[in-house]
């Protein structure tokens, strides 16, 4: 059986989900932010390993919380490739935000359009989706899709950060996104879930102006 948990944290409210398989006790963690103990406590409370570290992109809120999770974990860290100089320059990244980062670890894993990415018995295919970033992805499985900071209830990803396109990222969620059934659950970087449907409907920024409604 999945779980998801999702873990609010840090300054910002950036969103870290724990993807659990309950039968196998073991999790994925998705997007470790800043509040790395919080997140590690719930990991520990529900005694579960930890199979992988996945990042949906690599601003600071994001990957801050990664150094920690990964020394008590011993679990491996998956980026795709185009985010690795954020990802490097983590600490750079924090001095701007007033969010204390330390060196982060090399990722052990690159992320490419169509992988399939496992924890337990439970599958994600990896969407390339940049726009917010050039190497964010989307991570799609047992009708849920993580969005990172691509896609929001009411609401896109900013596009004025180093790698950010308004049109790219447009394009990514009408071919990645939108594509996807209406009932599939959306958890995104911060702010509530939703729905496709709901954001297909809803969301300003995809339902006029010739966008697909």
Not at 114 to 131: A, C, I, K, Y
Not at 153 to 168: M, N, V, W
């Amino acid at each position: 059986m999945t779980r998801v948990t999702p873990i609010p944290n840090g300054r910002l409210l950036e969103n870290t989900y724990l993807v659990v398989d309950e039968e196998r006790a073991v999790c994925a963690v998705v997007d470790p932010g800043e509040e790395a103990g919080l997140i590690l406590h719930k990991v520990h409370a529900a005694s579960l390993s930890v199979a992988g570290i996945w990042l949906t992109h690599a601003h600071v809120d994001h990957v801050v919380g990664v150094a920690r999770v990964k020394r008590e974990t011993g679990a491996p860290v998956y980026l795709h490739p185009a985010d690795r100089p954020l990802y490097d320059h983590a600490m750079e990244q924090g001095i701007a935000l007033g969010i204390p980062a330390e060196r982060l670890p090399a990722p052990d894993r690159d992320l490419a359009h169509g992988d399939t990415l496992t924890v337990g018995t439970l599958s994600f295919q990896v969407r390339h989706t940049p726009g917010h970033s050039a190497g964010s992805v989307s991570l799609v499985g047992g009708g849920r899709v993580f969005t990172g900071d691509a896609l929001f209830r009411g609401s896109i990803g900013r596009t004025d950060l180093p790698g950010g396109d308004f049109e790219t990222l447009m394009r990514s969620i009408e071919r990645e996104l939108l594509t996807l059934p209406d009932d599939t659950i959306v958890y995104s970087g911060h702010g509530p879930e939703t729905t496709v449907g709901h954001e297909r409907r809803h969301n300003p920024f995809l339902s006029g102006a010739g966008r697909l409604a």
